[in-house]
């Protein structure tokens, strides 16, 4: 069905360059692809979290991003979600239960994802605060083991809500 959807969006979208491929085919094209081109690779939910988990550990974690599931009206051409869910696409990690190790960074996006679409100005700020905090303190050293880093996972978390406190503060003034 989700192929019989998506030749029919190819169909009235003939602009929209389009390459049905197996799975299979696609972990391939995935290993072998330099990254220059963006790439969207609709899928069936298994098949997404499989390409997920393996995209991001090519990145160096499965715990670096955010996963984001919209759900469209179906009686109108919108293109606003009615629905939208944000989660870490990595799901659990129970080895790393009480060790205080777990890289935080995916539950910490999938907020700032989920708010992008709070209709609030104060929402907005919160979620670029978030996205930007967190990424600023991977780029300034603070990370966790599966990235390279020494941090815990309180002390990554604590250093991003920091950021995101300074940001907001200094956006407030502004």
């Known amino acids: 069905m989700l192929k019989?959807?998506?030749?029919a969006a190819a169909a009235r979208h003939p602009d929209v360059?389009?390459?049905?491929?197996?799975?299979?085919?696609?972990?391939?094209?995935?290993?072998?692809?330099?990254g220059?081109?963006?790439?969207?690779i609709p899928s069936l939910n298994r098949d997404g979290d499989?390409?997920?988990?393996?995209?991001?550990?090519?990145?160096?974690?499965?715990a670096g991003a955010e996963s984001l599931?919209?759900?469209?009206?179906?009686?109108?051409q919108s293109f606003t979600p009615s629905v939208v869910m944000a989660e870490a696409p990595h799901g659990t990690a129970p080895r790393l239960?009480?060790?205080?190790?777990?890289?935080?960074?995916a539950m910490?996006?999938?907020?700032?994802?989920?708010?992008?679409?709070?209709d609030d100005k104060r929402a907005a700020n919160a979620s670029?605060?978030?996205y930007e905090a967190a990424l600023e303190t991977v780029h300034g050293g603070i990370a966790t083991p599966d990235l390279g880093g020494n941090a815990t996972t309180t002390e990554f978390t604590d250093a991003t809500i920091e950021g995101v406190k300074r940001k907001l503060d200094v956006w407030s003034t502004i």
């Open 128 to 130: 670029r605060a978030i």
């Open 69 to 76: 599931l919209l759900s469209f009206p179906d009686h109108e």
């Open 36 to 40: 220059d081109d963006p790439l969207v």
């Open 108 to 118: 910490i996006l999938a907020t700032a994802a989920v708010l992008s679409y709070v």
């Open 4 to 7: 019989e959807e998506m030749d």
């Open 97 to 105: 239960f009480g060790k205080n190790i777990a890289n935080p960074l």
């Open 17 to 34: 360059p389009y390459e049905p491929q197996l799975i299979d085919a696609t972990y391939a094209l995935l290993l072998s692809n330099a």
């Open 50 to 62: 499989c390409l997920s988990d393996l995209v991001m550990q090519l990145f160096g974690s499965i």
